[in-house]
């Protein structure tokens, strides 16, 4: 997702402050799949088939809130200053 600035921002594994409103098309099922197990010299054979259920969904909307674009800001701005101690120079 990329926010006003250009930034991508990847959510673990969530993005705060972001709604997506989509609407449901239609729900079927994937092609069938054919799960075939053997096992040598022991005359094992199992074939089986599944099929997944699928959702097509369309995205209308993606919001996002303001608490997320100030949540940054805050993150980005300095808070604690460090002091240098007496021992340290500036680096002069």
């Known amino acids: 997702m990329k926010d006003d600035k250009g930034q991508t921002i990847i959510g673990s594994p969530l993005i705060s402050g972001i709604q ?5 098309i239609e729900q079927i099922r994937d092609k069938k799949i054919i799960v075939f197990k053997k096992k040598r010299r022991h005359n ?9 259920d699928l959702t097509l969904l369309k995205i209308k909307e993606i919001k996002t809130t ?7 800001k805050n ?5 604690n200053k460090v002091k240098p101690t007496k021992g340290e120079s500036n680096g002069s």
Do not use: A, E, F, W
Not at 75 to 79: A, F, I, K, R
């Open 20 to 24: 997506i409103i989509c609407q449901v």
């Open 44 to 52: 094992y054979r199992r074939k089986i088939g599944h099929r997944q």
């Open 66 to 72: 303001d608490q997320s674009n100030t949540h940054q």
């Open 75 to 79: 993150l980005s701005s300095p808070q």
